[in-house]
């Protein structure tokens, strides 16, 4: 069962591809006078590339079985699979451009082949063959444009349907950027080209069809005319005749013999006068002529004496003129049509006349109305009888049907295209096709005009403004093909250049070493995103040679150790006691060798993991900026994602940095002035929308006690509760998490007041494992219940968090129940608390901004932070006299305006008002390096030209924290910009309100 399936998912596209060949040439575009377009190769080539040569030729037979059908010939089917072998040979050669080869195909192969099959073949004419091979060749170049658009818009080039493993079958690449951008520019010149050359085409083929049938209308008005009027004219001599024989014919009744040479002379001369009439004769009461002009008929028999009871038989008194149809009798054996008229005297049937009506004088007259030799005329009557016509081979009394033979179609008007069912190929039937219009004469009882005009000359020059066009077309699309080659290249070759040097950057940084690259190109994102590699490239050397440096010190010490051991283990060798006691050591320190260089391999295997996670989604949206066919903004999406990886990594790298200034006790922890109560509301902040967005209650509670500021580090206390309140969140997916904050213990000492500091997070997530408890707080260690793919995270927060609580002198434990929650306790016994006029405020509750409420101390209380090293930890109260003037501002808020005028003052503010709307607003989240820096060159440059010392330093640094690689630090500078900007103001605002007063 489990083959079948996998079967059945290589191979489920196969036959729906294979029906879809066939179908693609039974259902056809016709696109004019016997031009159709067929869609078959399209699921050859998808054939070719998902399952390879063998397949695609099966389906390139199947594909051009149906042109046997259609064409009754096989070089349609031989010139399909011609072409789905050259295809899929070229695709195994791994060129993978699947228009440029279908084109180079049909230009060197395909167009002379269908010229000598068609042209010598099948005995066409040159303008008949030139425009099929045109035909054929736009054809197969459309398809392969369609086939790439499939290719790319479905990503078939991605899936893997066949199971050969040949090395011989084709192993389809991924879509490059520079083919996508190749047949997006082909197609902008193809298929408009072809699109109006198919309207032109039309256009030409209506307009001719409308002359045709305007032509026919006005040639068939005077033949009309003419036919009308013989019959007339005939018609009303019959009737004179008629007239002037009755006194004879009724005196010869009556027994007066004497009028017989009268009455014959003058039936000689009425039919010597109408040369239309074949015959006339006269016949008595009883139906017997007795006079005929001429006397014998065709086959030498007399008319006189015949008895013509049918003349009679139908006349009535009034008498009726009576026009006979086409037929034949023992009187005239030929075809005819008979004019009959009673001859009547005072209600008395005296006699007839019968006067016949000349053929052939009709055929005559149809000769001499037709305008040329290819026009068709013929007289019908209503049993479809043909009168007359100038048809070779077509008689009188024959039944003509115009449309036998093949398919009418109604032009409306009496119009119609008559189009042939023989021979197979269309081209040629339209061109031996008709234009008929049929007109009916009003003056002669059912009989009809039938006119028809061949299309063979005006399909014909149809078809030679249709081969140059064709051809104009062809020779516009080879002038596209060797643009886009030529665009294409230059634009992808940038980013082609990027992909190389960006593939396998660790080996490459390790034992080659990279420099920063220069792309050429003139699209402004692929500059931008040169420079952050560029700059991306600068941080990996850099944290690279800091962890080689680090293996190589610690291969150093291992070096030492053993070379110490051997010398003991030599100088102790005689003595069997020490040599146990030596061998325990050596053991143990062998033991702690081994552990020192697996945490050391553990440590390297975990950050090349989590540094290639980043780096291999960077690589991978590069991929995509490559092979996808992309808009410009998906192409920003994907350069977005690259950033947002290449913060990622930055992040990892600043994680790495805390350790290592941690375990090489480099870290440096800042004590000030710090409101627990702003802090806590500043995380309750970021992390609401998050709590909110997954349905879970973030609360908080402050012990009421603690209404006073601490001394403390308020950035690693962020850095502390960022990652214990993250992890909860992360973790808990219903309940709540609970923040509390809490005081244990209060002592005062000389140096002040201080306090035992608890902080507790809870949360109901997923709970931690007892197993797990002890070394939850391990480098790069995760529980076993957290799934990463779902949480991600790299393990280092707890380690990072746990070693920040030891130097700011506490301690952190856990109390956790798996599946129920967990609750992480930091314990901080030596807390100091500041006693100045602020207790009232926290005692209040005030949430207020503890830089606005600080703006007011004098300058002695303002320098009140302290630097504490690492040796210090445990004891979180600084001295009353060591505090110091730090380097930069420590606190977040600028400690002293400048001593301007009012213009000066309100210059500098509206510098930083625009500073913040249109630079500060957008450049705290993207951190772009090079407009950081210019951003803190500018307040360098106003600290000085103001004289405000604090702007100066604050912008020395922003720059310090940019080349130390420090994000935490220069995020946190970052958000302290529009401090400066508001306490200038509120003083210009004092100084304002004082004036007024005054």
Request: charged content about 20%.
């Given at each position: 069962m489990g083959k079948f399936l996998d079967l059945l998912q290589k191979y489920w596209l196969l036959p729906c591809l294979l029906l879809a060949g066939y179908g693609g040439n039974y259902f056809k575009l016709h696109i004019f006078f016997g031009v159709d377009f067929l869609f078959g190769s399209i699921a050859t080539l998808l054939v070719l590339v998902c399952y390879g040569l063998p397949w695609g030729l099966v389906s390139a037979a199947i594909a051009g079985s149906h042109t046997l059908i259609i064409w009754r010939h096989g070089y349609g089917i031989l010139i399909i699979i011609l072409e789905a072998l050259v295809v899929g040979l070229m695709l195994r050669r791994r060129q993978t451009n699947l228009v440029l080869i279908n084109s180079l195909f049909w230009l060197l192969i395909g167009i002379p082949l269908v010229y000598i099959f068609y042209r010598w073949g099948l005995n066409m004419t040159s303008v008949t063959t030139s425009l099929i091979t045109l035909k054929q060749a736009t054809n197969g170049i459309f398809n392969s444009l369609i086939a790439s658009f499939l290719i790319t818009g479905f990503g078939l080039s991605k899936q893997k349907f066949s199971p050969s493993t040949n090395p011989a079958f084709f192993p389809w690449k991924k879509l490059s950027f520079e083919q996508t951008l190749f047949n997006l520019l082909v197609a902008f010149v193809f298929f408009p080209l072809l699109f109006i050359t198919v309207v032109n085409g039309q256009e030409a083929f209506v307009q001719m069809e409308k002359q045709t049938v305007q032509e026919l209308t006005a040639l068939s008005i005077p033949i009309q005319n003419s036919v009308e009027d013989w019959y007339q004219s005939h018609l009303e001599g019959a009737e004179v005749f008629a007239t002037e024989t009755l006194p004879l014919v009724a005196a010869i009744n009556q027994g007066n013999g004497a009028q017989l040479p009268a009455l014959s002379l003058m039936t000689h001369t009425i039919q010597t006068a109408?040369?239309?009439?074949?015959?006339?004769?006269?016949?008595?009461?009883?139906?017997?002529?007795?006079?005929?002009?001429?006397?014998?008929?065709?086959?030498?028999?007399?008319?006189?004496?015949?008895?013509?009871?049918?003349?009679?038989?139908?006349?009535?008194?009034?008498?009726?003129?009576?026009?006979?149809?086409?037929?034949?009798?023992?009187?005239?054996?030929?075809?005819?049509?008979?004019?009959?008229?009673?001859?009547?005297?005072?209600?008395?049937?005296?006699?007839?006349?019968?006067?016949?009506?000349?053929?052939?004088?009709?055929?005559?007259?149809?000769?001499?109305?037709?305008?040329?030799?290819?026009?068709?005329?013929?007289?019908?009557?209503?049993?479809?009888?043909?009168?007359?016509?100038?048809?070779?081979?077509?008689?009188?009394?024959?039944?003509?049907?115009?449309?036998?033979?093949?398919?009418?179609?109604?032009?409306?008007?009496?119009?119609?295209?008559?189009?042939?069912?023989?021979?197979?190929?269309?081209?040629?039937?339209?061109?031996?096709?008709?234009?008929?219009?049929?007109?009916?004469?009003?003056?002669?009882?059912?009989?009809?005009?039938?006119?028809?005009?061949?299309?063979?000359?005006?399909?014909?020059?149809?078809?030679?403004?249709?081969?140059?066009?064709?051809?104009?077309?062809?020779?516009?699309?080879?002038?596209?093909?060797?643009?886009?080659?030529?665009?294409?290249?230059?634009?992808?070759?940038?980013?082609?250049?990027?992909?190389?040097?960006?593939?396998?950057?660790?080996?490459?940084?390790?034992?080659?070493?990279?420099?920063?690259?220069?792309?050429?190109?003139?699209?402004?994102?692929?500059?931008?995103?040169?420079?952050?590699?560029?700059?991306?490239?600068?941080?990996?050397?850099?944290?690279?040679?800091?962890?080689?440096?680090?293996?190589?010190?610690?291969?150093?010490?291992?070096?030492?150790?053993?070379?110490?051991?051997?010398?003991?283990?030599?100088?102790?060798?005689?003595?069997?006691?020490?040599?146990?006691?030596?061998?325990?050591?050596?053991?143990?320190?062998?033991?702690?060798?081994?552990?020192?260089?697996?945490?050391?391999?553990?440590?390297?295997?975990?950050?090349?993991?989590?540094?290639?996670?980043?780096?291999?989604?960077i690589l991978g949206f590069c991929d995509l900026l490559l092979q996808k066919d992309l808009s410009l903004s998906q192409t920003k999406k994907y350069l977005n994602a690259i950033g947002s990886s290449s913060k990622i990594l930055l992040a990892l790298i600043d994680d790495i940095l805390d350790i290592s200034k941690i375990e090489a006790g480099k870290l440096v922890i800042h004590l000030e002035p710090v409101d627990l109560r702003v802090i806590i509301r500043e995380i309750k902040q970021i992390f609401d929308y998050k709590a909110e967005s997954k349905g879970l209650l973030l609360t908080i509670q402050i012990d009421e006690t603690l209404n006073q500021a601490i001394y403390f580090d308020a950035v690693r206390l962020r850095q502390i509760l960022f990652n214990l309140v993250g992890n909860a969140l992360k973790f808990t997916e219903e309940g709540q998490v609970f923040i509390y904050i809490g005081v244990e213990d209060i002592q005062v000492r000389s140096q002040g007041t201080y306090i035992s500091l608890a902080i507790e997070v809870t949360d109901t997530g997923i709970g931690i494992a007892p197993e797990d408890q002890a070394r939850i707080f391990d480098v790069f260690t995760q529980s076993q219940g957290q799934s990463t793919r779902k949480y991600g995270g790299t393990g280092l927060g707890l380690t990072i968090t746990r070693r920040l609580t030891a130097l700011l002198g506490g301690e952190i434990s856990l109390s956790s129940r798996l599946g129920e929650g967990s609750t992480f306790i930091l314990h901080f016994p030596a807390v100091r608390l500041v006693e100045n006029s602020l207790k009232s405020d926290l005692a209040n509750g005030d949430g207020g901004n503890l830089t606005d409420r600080l703006g007011s101390m004098s300058s002695s209380s303002a320098n009140t932070t302290e630097k504490l090293l690492p040796t210090r930890v445990g004891n979180m109260a600084p001295d009353n006299n060591s505090f110091g003037n730090h380097n930069g501002p420590s606190q977040g808020f600028p400690r002293a305006v400048p001593l301007i005028d009012q213009a000066q003052r309100q210059q500098l503010i509206s510098l930083l008002e625009q500073e913040e709307t249109n630079v500060w607003n957008k450049l705290r989240h993207t951190l772009i390096s090079r407009q950081i820096r210019n951003f803190g060159d500018r307040l360098l440059s106003w600290g000085n030209e103001y004289g405000w010392e604090d702007l100066h330093t604050y912008g020395q640094s922003i720059i310090k924290a940019l080349e130390n690689f420090d994000s935490r630090r220069l995020e946190q500078l970052m958000g302290q910009f529009p401090q400066y900007r508001a306490s200038l103001t509120e003083v210009s605002a004092g100084v304002d309100g004082k004036c007024a007063s005054e």
């Open positions: 109408f040369t239309g009439f074949s015959n006339i004769y006269v016949g008595d009461r009883q139906g017997q002529i007795i006079v005929s002009s001429p006397e014998f008929n065709e086959v030498g028999e007399s008319r006189l004496g015949l008895i013509q009871a049918e003349k009679i038989a139908g006349f009535s008194i009034p008498s009726q003129i009576q026009v006979s149809p086409l037929h034949r009798t023992n009187v005239n054996v030929h075809p005819h049509v008979a004019i009959t008229i009673p001859l009547v005297a005072n209600n008395s049937f005296e006699g007839f006349i019968n006067a016949s009506l000349n053929l052939a004088k009709m055929k005559e007259l149809l000769y001499a109305n037709r305008v040329s030799e290819e026009l068709n005329i013929t007289l019908i009557n209503g049993q479809n009888q043909v009168v007359a016509s100038t048809i070779a081979n077509v008689l009188p009394l024959e039944i003509y049907q115009p449309f036998d033979g093949g398919e009418p179609r109604d032009l409306g008007s009496s119009n119609y295209h008559w189009y042939p069912d023989t021979p197979a190929n269309p081209t040629i039937r339209w061109r031996d096709s008709y234009y008929y219009h049929i007109l009916p004469l009003d003056k002669i009882n059912d009989w009809q005009l039938v006119l028809g005009l061949p299309a063979r000359e005006s399909i014909e020059k149809l078809q030679a403004q249709s081969v140059q066009k064709l051809g104009l077309l062809l020779f516009l699309s080879l002038v596209g093909l060797v643009v886009a080659i030529g665009v294409s290249k230059r634009v992808a070759n940038p980013l082609l250049t990027l992909a190389k040097i960006t593939t396998d950057i660790p080996t490459k940084m390790q034992y080659q070493g990279l420099t920063p690259i220069a792309l050429r190109s003139e699209v402004s994102e692929v500059i931008t995103l040169n420079e952050n590699f560029n700059e991306m490239l600068i941080t990996l050397q850099n944290q690279f040679k800091i962890i080689k440096q680090a293996k190589d010190n610690l291969e150093m010490r291992v070096a030492e150790r053993t070379h110490t051991l051997i010398v003991i283990n030599k100088q102790l060798a005689g003595e069997i006691e020490e040599r146990q006691r030596i061998e325990i050591k050596l053991r143990e320190a062998k033991e702690s060798a081994e552990l020192a260089n697996r945490v050391k391999s553990e440590f390297l295997a975990n950050i090349s993991h989590e540094i290639r996670t980043p780096m291999n989604a």
